[in-house]
């Protein structure tokens, strides 16, 4: 068998790698180093994202005037303050809203939800505004308290059958 190598001869030595060629030299060689400096830098900026939301929208950072403030503000003025900072708690069933066993599970939702002292109101399904056209889905939003932060998962709220 024949190989043919196309690349062109030109005598002249490879040049040295650069400064990224150089950091991936380094960084091959000293494996646990780079490891360990990265998750050291993982740790730091996770200490500080939960403080990323309030720090970031309290402080002023939005386009007076855009499109985005303007919506915001309508949502807020039209949809009872359930606007941006809203969690919207969505309930789908193979059955209709109406049917005992949803009422069960989004009762039992609207409990979790209101036992937790982050949520200020939970806008209890509406035909029209929160249930879906084929009657299976809801999505009710929750008004966060003002003085809340963003909450994680509440809990699970399943039928029984």
């Known amino acids: 068998m024949t190989f043919v190598d196309h690349a062109p001869k030109t005598g002249a030595p490879p040049s040295a790698p650069g400064p990224l060629g150089r950091l991936g ?3 091959a060689s ?3 180093t780079a490891l360990a400096g990265w998750v050291i830098v993982v740790a ?3 200490v ?3 403080q990323v939301t309030t720090a970031l929208s309290g402080a002023g950072w939005q386009s007076n005037g855009s499109e985005s403030v303007a919506v915001r503000e309508l949502a807020q003025q039209h949809f009872g303050g359930t606007g941006s900072t809203a969690i919207q708690v969505v309930v789908h069933a193979d059955r209709p809203v109406t049917d005992p066993a949803v009422q069960t599970v989004l ?7 209101t036992a937790d ?7 209890q399904p509406r035909a029209g505004a929160t ?5 299976a889905t809801n999505g009710s939003p929750a008004r966060r308290a003002h003085h809340a932060t963003a909450p994680s998962t509440v809990g699970s709220a399943q039928p029984t059958n």
């Open 25 to 27: 030299d380094w960084t």
């Open 30 to 32: 000293h494996f646990r």
């Open 44 to 46: 730091v900026l996770g």
């Open 48 to 50: 500080f994202a939960p």
């Open 107 to 113: 009762a039992k939702a609207t409990k979790l939800l």
């Open 117 to 123: 002292d982050r949520i200020s109101e939970v806008v």
């Open 131 to 135: 249930i879906s056209r084929d009657g």
